[in-house]
């Protein structure tokens, strides 16, 4: 691969005598990984019913290598959200991050979500996970993958880091920061990545990075846990971006991330104060591990008094159709009816502690349940894949052997038994959509944005 003049020359100074070896990495097939959806399977199960060769990766408990010969974008497995797919070294952040059941989390720079999906997958359905991507046409396809994953506990919001911030100071118990960088990490494994790094360098990102910094250091609580990462190697985006960091705010020490074998320490002598605390980050080069390049620090706040108070959102009281509550019945939950909110005729189920969110720029606030038409409620896809099958009354499940999985993910009618009504279509036990039964034939009702191509 030809590098940029600059790059390569700073390269060769970083890495001394490695530098052949890194380069020869970039002649190689870069490498493919899943990551498992816990919210949804265990591990130990998927691997029971998967249908690739997998190998672990190392530093990602549910992460796992594939061959380039198959595609798992492909497999019914993939469309219940049994999995993400994502580059292995990408798993390294949202991995490491120690988020807890009943967190309040943020992930600033979200789309397309491959973080967001295992941040969600942590948090099981309780807590907050706010999704932000400043770009609104990146945030829908950081929804879908949310609304695939089943996410029930979620607001994804489009917003510049400085609306964040005045929106949620001292809010979050733990923040991923993906920051935009440089990519020199992904070389190897997008090539359009080298031309835009002879476009832009590395200076336009560090000024993006300390502006993010600058707000989310305001948004996390005493006592939270800040993970920065970037997919590039530059020391003025890394090293130097955690001198920054830990200027804006005293209260902020950097904590020891585990080593796995192929993993590098962050580099004193790259940090601008020489700072030796710098080794407790990770780098992550691609000549030394089966994936491209990452850097990742995790930051603890000490502990002290919250400084905001908490304006919390609070809907409407409404009085839903009988046809909604009839449907809404149908479902084992144990429905908060002061956490139902209507937007004109579409109905969401809100998180259980939600702040208040009016004036943002809002793609998804909560889990959205469907909508209000004619005398009847259509349920949404969202709302399949947060169920489980056994949590609604009329669900029919087909081995993924059966031809008739594959026919209603492309959108046909199939024949089915069962019972008349809206059914819960699934597969092995897994949620898919909804269909409408009659005498036998069911009415597909899958998302027609999301049919098998």
């Given at each position: 691969?030809?590098?940029?003049?600059?790059?390569?020359?700073?390269?060769?100074?970083?890495?001394?005598?490695?530098?052949?070896?890194?380069?020869?990495?970039?002649?190689?097939?870069?490498?493919?990984?899943?990551?498992?959806?816990?919210?949804?399977?265990?591990?130990?199960?998927?691997?029971?019913?998967?249908?690739?060769?997998?190998?672990?990766?190392?530093?990602?408990?549910?992460?796992?290598?594939?061959?380039?010969?198959?595609?798992?974008?492909?497999?019914?497995?993939?469309?219940?959200?049994?999995?993400?797919?994502?580059?292995?070294?990408?798993?390294?952040?949202?991995?490491?991050?120690?988020?807890?059941?009943?967190?309040?989390?943020?992930?600033?720079?979200?789309?397309?979500?491959?973080?967001?999906?295992?941040?969600?997958?942590?948090?099981?359905?309780?807590?907050?996970?706010?999704?932000?991507?400043?770009?609104?046409?990146?945030?829908?396809?950081?929804?879908?993958?949310?609304?695939?994953?089943g996410v029930p506990n979620m607001l994804v919001v489009s917003e510049p880091s400085n609306v964040i911030a005045d929106y949620f100071q001292g809010f979050f118990d733990k923040i991923l920061i993906d920051a935009p960088c440089s990519g020199e990490g992904m070389f190897r494994k997008a090539n359009?990545?080298?031309?835009?790094?002879?476009?832009?360098?590395?200076?336009?990102?560090?000024?993006?990075?300390?502006?993010?910094?600058?707000?989310?250091?305001?948004?996390?609580?005493?006592?939270?846990?800040?993970?920065?990462?970037?997919?590039?190697?530059?020391?003025?985006?890394n090293e130097q971006a955690m001198d920054y960091l830990l200027e804006l705010d005293s209260d902020l020490e950097l904590v020891e991330l585990p080593m796995y074998e192929g993993f590098d320490k962050g580099h004193p002598e790259w940090s601008l104060t020489k700072n030796p605390e710098v080794q407790?980050?990770?780098?992550?080069?691609?000549?030394?591990?089966?994936?491209?390049?990452?850097?990742?620090?995790?930051?603890?706040?000490?502990?002290?008094?919250?400084?905001?108070?908490?304006?919390?959102?609070?809907?409407?009281?409404?009085?839903?159709?009988?046809?909604?509550?009839?449907?809404?019945?149908?479902?084992?939950?144990?429905?908060?009816?002061?956490?139902?909110?209507?937007?004109?005729?579409?109905?969401?189920?809100?998180?259980?502690?939600?702040?208040?969110?009016?004036?943002?720029?809002?793609?998804?606030?909560?889990?959205?349940?469907?909508?209000?038409?004619?005398?009847?409620?259509?349920?949404?896809?969202?709302?399949?894949?947060?169920?489980?099958?056994?949590?609604?009354?009329?669900?029919?499940?087909?081995?993924?052997?059966?031809?008739?999985?594959?026919?209603?993910?492309?959108?046909?009618?199939?024949?089915?038994?069962?019972?008349?009504?809206?059914?819960?279509?699934?597969?092995?036990?897994?949620?898919?959509?909804?269909?409408?039964?009659?005498?036998?034939?069911?009415?597909?009702?899958?998302?027609?944005?999301?049919?098998?191509?």
């Open positions: 691969m030809k590098l940029p003049e600059r790059f390569e020359l700073r390269m060769k100074e970083m890495l001394g005598e490695e530098f052949p070896e890194y380069q020869e990495s970039l002649d190689t097939p870069s490498f493919h990984g899943l990551r498992v959806n816990t919210g949804k399977i265990s591990v130990e199960e998927f691997l029971r019913i998967s249908p690739f060769s997998l190998k672990p990766v190392p530093w990602c408990s549910n992460g796992f290598y594939y061959e380039d010969t198959v595609q798992p974008a492909k497999h019914p497995y993939y469309f219940a959200g049994l999995y993400y797919i994502q580059e292995p070294s990408a798993m390294t952040p949202a991995s490491v991050i120690p988020v807890e059941e009943g967190d309040r989390v943020l992930d600033i720079c979200a789309a397309p979500g491959g973080k967001s999906t295992e941040l969600a997958a942590k948090l099981n359905g309780t807590g907050l996970l706010v999704s932000n991507d400043i770009s609104n046409s990146r945030a829908k396809a950081l929804l879908k993958n949310l609304e695939l994953f359009t990545m080298v031309k835009a790094w002879e476009s832009n360098g590395v200076e336009m990102f560090v000024n993006l990075q300390q502006s993010i910094l600058r707000e989310m250091v305001k948004c996390l609580r005493p006592g939270g846990t800040l993970v920065y990462s970037t997919c590039t190697f530059s020391p003025e985006e407790k980050c990770r780098r992550l080069w691609p000549h030394h591990i089966q994936g491209e390049g990452h850097f990742v620090a995790m930051l603890h706040k000490k502990e002290g008094m919250d400084g905001h108070g908490v304006n919390w959102y609070r809907p409407t009281k409404i009085k839903l159709p009988e046809e909604v509550l009839k449907f809404l019945n149908g479902i084992h939950w144990d429905w908060d009816m002061s956490r139902m909110e209507l937007q004109k005729e579409r109905l969401y189920y809100l998180p259980k502690e939600m702040p208040n969110i009016k004036g943002l720029r809002l793609l998804r606030n909560g889990l959205f349940l469907g909508e209000l038409k004619k005398n009847r409620f259509e349920p949404s896809q969202s709302l399949a894949m947060a169920l489980r099958m056994e949590e609604y009354e009329n669900a029919i499940s087909l081995p993924v052997s059966d031809e008739r999985v594959l026919r209603y993910l492309k959108g046909e009618t199939i024949e089915l038994e069962g019972r008349n009504g809206m059914v819960l279509f699934g597969v092995d036990g897994f949620p898919l959509g909804w269909g409408k039964l009659a005498n036998g034939t069911l009415k597909n009702k899958y998302l027609a944005g999301w049919r098998w191509q």
